[in-house]
């Protein structure tokens, strides 16, 4: 099952978002705790592709594309990608937020959450220049 939403950016889409995420895996019977942590790496998404990326310019769209698929269909349970339109980044530049000098600061946890809270996150230039983080969620508990 595939949902796609192309918004503005505006970080009143982040909770938007998050929302028809949640009701997609509810209604798809994936277990609350796992849609809550998978949730948590969306979040992380979206608001890195708006502060980051677009940097907050609403004339820049966000793109999110939520698919799912049953666990033993040989494919991730699930797959998130988000496109931004900015300039792309080094993900490679982004410091360790483990090391002592960076345990204190205010922002740079969110690709650690993401890797974290998913199977496999990665990253890549879109044709357009901007950049796309695809996560994956190989698989999912079911709701009992």
Do not use: Y
């Amino acid at each position: 099952m595939l949902v796609q939403v192309d918004v503005e950016t505006r970080i009143e889409w982040v909770e938007v978002l998050l929302g028809i995420f949640e009701r997609h895996c509810q209604q798809r019977g994936f277990d609350g705790d796992a849609t809550h942590w998978m949730g948590a790496a969306l979040r992380e998404a979206v608001t890195n592709g708006m502060r980051h990326g677009n940097r907050m310019d609403p004339a820049r769209r966000l793109r999110v594309r939520i698919e799912t698929r049953r666990p033993d269909a040989g494919a991730p349970a699930v797959r998130l990608q988000v496109e931004d339109e900015g300039e792309g980044f080094d993900c490679g530049a982004i410091p360790d937020p483990l090391r002592g000098d960076n345990l204190l600061k205010g922002s740079g946890r969110g690709i650690f959450f993401m890797r974290q809270f998913m199977d496999s996150v990665s990253w890549a230039r879109t044709p357009a220049g901007g950049t796309r983080v695809e996560l994956q969620q190989r698989r999912v508990p079911r709701a009992r």
